[in-house]
């Protein structure tokens, strides 16, 4: 119910103004105050969504009364009401944010309608203010399935051209920092879902980075670096943080790796690599290592090379090509037999290479535990035979799991989506819904389509907006509540990015033509 209040010196100005808004709105709730400062004092308690002031009045005039009750009341509208019908009175208000003003003597038909707009005028902001909180509130829910979106698209090269430059904007994190990757490997947990949950909650307290999806038993977060620590400090008092929620779900056993700083967000799968690396050994008393405390072999991460062959490596993974993968790792072994490398740290160099293999397969949703090796190999022979043993359980493994999946889960995936695109889909959603990994459908998905799955989603909930747009009754903000935005501005810019014109322009030219 609106909230209105006279401000007038003259008892008969007040009555008379109060008689014809009676008339004209009787469930208007309407007050009296006969200066500026009986006023302040009424709005501190009424709290009134309109003010008809007049400016003329002893003590506070009209404009100061309206200057300090807008300063402390900025969301209360006013009309100015005068006999003084002079351009210094209404550029003076029009500063103050004055919505329209009355001359006396004025007409019962002429204050009804300029009051009537103003009102409307209220209803309406207070309707964007509701919609805008919705919005935020649906936004701070919303955060951490975006953080886990981000981080998938940054970590596994899943980019989505419309939409990452937006999600980095909302989650309001500064870009330009160096970052680094923190993996938390769960060795085992009663409760992993209840795990991820609270060292979710604990990066975002920490306001440190962002959590991605949890994958197989791998939680990646992307660490931005804070001023004044150092990198290593920064990151050992995030273990301490980390490994101290340990506690929070008896039985649980993690272990975290630490990829290197890098200038930006366009270099972070570079330290996720690393921390894949420095994770390989997760029975290690500390708990946590650095890549940069690796021991340094030829051929590892660090040169050209060796990164080359390392995405060569996990190429052939990806592709099922495992016979040219098993050539590269043996290749490892030749080589360290060859310069006389000692025995434990080719060992050591081919285990990380096995562990990259297995984080891969938990990228295509397969959870392996043949990645390490069961003891110490006594000589180049023995160390082969066990490699190839590694390679072949997981390879199998991997062989296995493709032949579980039902031929049509993607179709399946994309019906899902088009079904649903009102909704604030997710990779983590359509995760649960055909149990796959999210970052396995992601790939799956662009793969078999040709375009990313976020990508699929926003041209289901543009081709719905266009098909409104041929309704002129239909208001722009309905369009895109119903094509499943929640914010009109976001559903503008991500329109004209698809479409090359705004929504506005859109519906310009359909009726244009039609014309």
Known sequence: ??????????????????????????????????????????????????????????????????????????????IMVTAYDTFDYARQAIKLGVRDYLLKPSKAAEIIATVDKVLKEIEEERREREAGKRTRDTLTKMMPVVEADVVTQLLFDHVHEVHLDELLGLLGGETTKEVFVMLVILNASPSPGEFYACVKNKVRELAIGWAGAMSGRQIPIV??????????????????????????????DCFIGIGSAYESLEQIRLSYREALISSADTALPARHRFYSDSIALPGLSGQNSAKHTEKLLLEHIRLGQWEQAEEIVLQFIRQGEQNGTGLALVQQR??????????????????????????????????????????????????????????????????????????????????????????????????????????FLTE?????????????????????????YNDPNYFSKVFKKMCGVSPTEYRNRIFGKKV
């Not at 308690?45 to 009209?62: A, H, R």
């Not at 660490?223 to 990198?231: E, I």
């Not at 719905?464 to 509540?481: G, Q, T, W």
């Open 223 to 252: 660490v931005f670096r804070q001023t004044g620590l150092s990198y290593r400090a920064q990151a050992a008092q995030t273990v301490q943080q980390l490994l101290m929620l340990q506690r929070k779900v008896p039985g649980t």
């Open 460 to 484: 289901c909930r543009i081709e719905k907006a266009k098909s409104l747009m041929n309704r002129p009754d239909v208001p722009l903000k309905e369009i895109a509540f119903e094509a499943g």
């Open 350 to 455: 081919v285990q990380e290479s096995l562990w990259l293999v297995s984080r891969t397969l938990y990228e295509l949703g397969i959870e392996t535990e043949s990645s390490l090796f069961s003891f110490r190999a006594q000589d180049y022979r023995q160390l082969r035979m066990e490699t190839k043993c590694l390679l072949e359980r997981m390879n199998q493994e991997m062989t296995e799991h493709q032949s579980r999946l039902e031929a049509d889960t993607l179709q399946r995936i994309k019906q899902y989506i088009a079904e649903h695109f009102q909704k604030d889909i997710t990779l983590e959603m359509i995760s649960k819904e055909v149990k796959l990994s999210p970052f396995y459908i992601s790939k799956l998905f662009k793969e078999q389509f040709g375009v990313n799955y976020i990508d």
């Open 1 to 78: 119910m609106m909230k209105l209040l006279i401000v007038d010196d003259e008892p008969i100005e007040r009555a008379g103004l109060q008689a014809i808004l009676r008339n004209g709105y009787p469930d208007l709730i309407i007050g009296q105050a006969r200066n500026g400062r009986i006023a302040m004092e009424m709005v501190a308690e009424e709290q009134p969504d309109l003010i008809l002031m007049d400016i003329k009045m002893p003590g506070m005039n009209g404009l100061e009364a309206v200057e300090r009750i807008g300063g402390e009341y900025p969301d209360i509208r006013f």
